[in-house]
């Protein structure tokens, strides 16, 4: 169980790190304690990871360095505990980045929503370089606000953060400032051949690696299982997954009961579906979106916005505690069936280096012993009931500023050039 600790291993109360829900770090994670104002916060560097937590209610600070070259991305993963925590719907993380006079350049709310059950919700906040704006483009010292919101009826106990800020140098040169329409909408023909056996990961980190096909896995009520597509400009994605029947004829019906969750190599949220289950088989498919571009940015939509960049977008399908109460704790079978379109183009003339987010496979995201090792310690947890599977859900509201919006991924009532 040592191993297990040290997944979970988390900055504050010894509690804090033994009761959060399982989530894999990288090996060099560091650990990084908010300040409780801008003023002598500690600083965070694009590429590293760090690990934090945050306490009901929170409000921490973090300091960015950035310059006038590179757009930027900060991003937060709560990971809510214990296991058996109550939850409610208005609870939620917030990200925002802060110019040095303590105005808003861009912040995202993520709320639990309708899965009030401990699982992982993210936020990210955006700094965009663009002629048409005249806030937060110079450079100099920026800030990152993670704040916390809780429900009276909530469990007040710490929440695990996963941090990370990203860069994106700006465009060399002209280019559209449109984003492009028209896309092909139609689902493609279901992947020819049989299901190949998949393990999924906890998170972000250890997500395994999907590409064109059928996939089969297995998940527990409760529980998330990640999964990363490397796509390249150009190219198109299509998921759906189905949940299998279950042995035992059980009377029975959970609403919302499979989840599926698209992010972008951000850790943005693009778009999610969701299926009921009455003990037959069920499934849910994400809509069709728009192949990636550059100028995707410029897109009103979030769904369409989100895909902007080329690298791991990252699929994320969990299943309700609901289903484990009334047809039995399983595991249920999963297939998943994954379609990329298209052929990887060249991309954008960056001013800059192009960021490396994992668009080939050989970007370095584990190896096949690592996944294997890590399978077997998922299967570990599982049999202690020492992992808590951590669920997704339907992330039911989004919010850029204080503005609440339904559906996953949805951003404020704001015009497109100031995304």
Request: aromatic residues 8%; proline residues 9%; charged residues 20%.
């Amino acid at each position: 169980m040592l191993a297990l600790g040290a997944l979970l291993a988390a900055p504050g109360p010894a509690h804090a790190a033994e009761s959060s829900p399982s989530y894999r770090f990288p090996d060099d994670v560091r650990d990084v304690t908010g300040g409780a104002r801008s003023v002598g916060a500690p600083l965070l560097k694009a590429g590293t990871a760090y690990r934090s937590v945050i306490k009901p209610g929170g409000k921490l600070y973090f300091q960015l360095i950035l310059d006038n070259r590179e757009e930027a991305y900060a991003s937060a993963v709560a990971v809510p505990g214990p296991a058996n925590a109550k939850l409610a719907y208005g609870d939620s993380l917030k990200v925002s980045i802060q110019d040095a006079d303590g105005e808003d350049c861009d912040s995202q709310r993520r709320s639990i929503g309708s899965a009030q059950y401990p699982h992982p919700i993210a936020a990210t906040a955006y700094r965009a370089l663009r002629t048409s704006l005249s806030s937060c483009q110079e450079g100099g010292t920026y800030t990152m606000v993670v704040e916390r919101q809780d429900e009276p009826s909530s469990t007040p106990s710490d929440w695990v953060l996963d941090l990370r800020v990203t860069t994106e140098p700006t465009r060399g040169g002209t280019g559209p400032s449109t984003a492009p329409t028209g896309w092909p909408s139609a689902s493609p023909a279901p992947p020819a051949g049989a299901p190949r056996p998949i393990h999924g990961g906890t998170g972000f980190h250890d997500a395994a690696e999907l590409s064109s096909g059928q996939w089969k896995d297995s998940l527990r009520p409760g529980q998330t299982l990640f999964f990363r597509v490397p796509l390249g400009w150009g190219q198109q994605v299509f998921a759906d997954g189905d949940l299998a029947n279950i042995d035992a004829a059980k009377d029975g019906y959970v609403g919302t009961a499979l989840s599926l969750q698209l992010y972008n190599p951000l850790w943005a949220p693009v778009t999610g579906a969701s299926a009921p289950y009455d003990g037959k088989r069920k499934g849910a498919a994400l809509d069709a979106l728009a192949p990636v571009a550059y100028e995707n940015r410029y897109a009103p939509s979030d769904d369409t916005s989100a895909m902007r960049i080329d690298g791991s977008y990252f699929l994320a399908v969990s299943l309700s505690p609901e289903v484990g109460r009334t047809f039995g704790e399983g595991p249920y079978g999963l297939t998943l069936r994954l379609t990329v379109r298209g052929a990887a183009q060249s991309g954008p003339a960056y001013r800059g280096p192009a960021p490396d987010l994992g668009a080939g496979p050989s970007a370095a995201h584990g190896s096949a012993a690592d996944k294997s090792s890590m399978k077997r310690l998922a299967a570990l947890g599982i049999g202690t009931g020492t992992v808590l599977v951590a669920g997704l859900g339907v992330w039911t509201l989004v919010a850029r500023r204080p503005v609440a919006s339904p559906g996953p991924g949805r951003r404020g009532a704001r015009p497109p050039e100031a995304r």
